[in-house]
T-cell receptor, first 114, second 115 residues
């Protein structure tokens, strides 16, 4: 059974700091991994999607890496800003043609202080 | 291009009642998935629909049901509501089903409170 873990559960940093969020998964037979952002009381906003054949994806100040063999992904946020404060979730999809079901981690709640 | 639209955004029900939530996917997307989010359990998969067919179902009791219409819009229904059904119900759409679905796009959710 696939399990996804995110560490730390919460993180507080001063503005301008570079930071790394971690995601680990127990079954390496994934099709892709997706990072989301969730603001309080809101839905999920897709940040980055990494296919299992890829090593990393970049979007602006965000960079996500994937090491499938070790079951790990990291989300790197450069030059953090107060607007980055949110909960960040990673999710993996199983390598199966039958479903696009995502398994989510519990998330890391980030606070960036001005 | 409009995103995923969920209605209603907020609703309050009492135990024993039933509720229907609606989801309109992004135009052109044919797959809709539903997830339940609670503080204790996090995000859990409910069901996935593609071309009006249920492709996969999560580990939820039969009180939870759904359907998809020919225009790809989807509804989920929860009957005989329990206090534990209080949650944020999120709908996600993608252009196709299965692992080829790629990126999922989520709506703002329907916040259900059961009293």
């Amino acid at each position: 059974k696939q399990e996804v873990t995110q560490i730390p559960a919460a993180l507080s940093v001063p503005e301008g700091e570079n930071l790394v969020l971690n995601c680990s998964f127990t079954d390496s037979a994934i099709y892709n991994l997706q990072w989301f952002r969730q603001d309080p009381g809101k839905g999920l906003t897709s940040l980055l999607l990494i296919q299992s054949s890829q090593r990393e994806q970049t979007s602006g100040r965000l960079n996500a890496s994937l090491d499938k063999s070790s079951g790990r992904s990291t989300l790197y946020i450069a030059a953090s800003q107060p607007g980055d404060s949110a909960t960040y979730l990673c999710a993996v999809s199983k390598r199966s043609s039958n479903t696009g079901k995502l398994i989510f981690g519990q998330g890391t709640t980030l606070q960036v202080k001005p | 291009k409009a995103g995923v639209t969920q209605t209603p955004r907020y609703l309050i029900k009492t135990r024993g009642q039933q509720v229907t939530l609606s989801c309109s996917p992004i135009s052109g997307h044919r797959s809709v998935s539903w997830y339940q989010q609670t503080p204790g359990q996090g995000l859990q998969f409910l069901f996935e629909y593609f071309s009006e067919t249920q492709r996969n179902k999560g580990n939820f009791p039969g009180r939870f049901s759904g359907r998809q219409f020919s225009n790809s819009r989807s509804e989920m229904n929860v009957s005989t509501l329990e206090l534990g059904d209080s949650a944020l119900y999120l709908c996600a759409s993608s252009w196709t089903s299965g692992s080829m679905a790629g990126e999922l796009f989520f709506g703002e959710g329907s916040r259900l409170t059961v009293l």
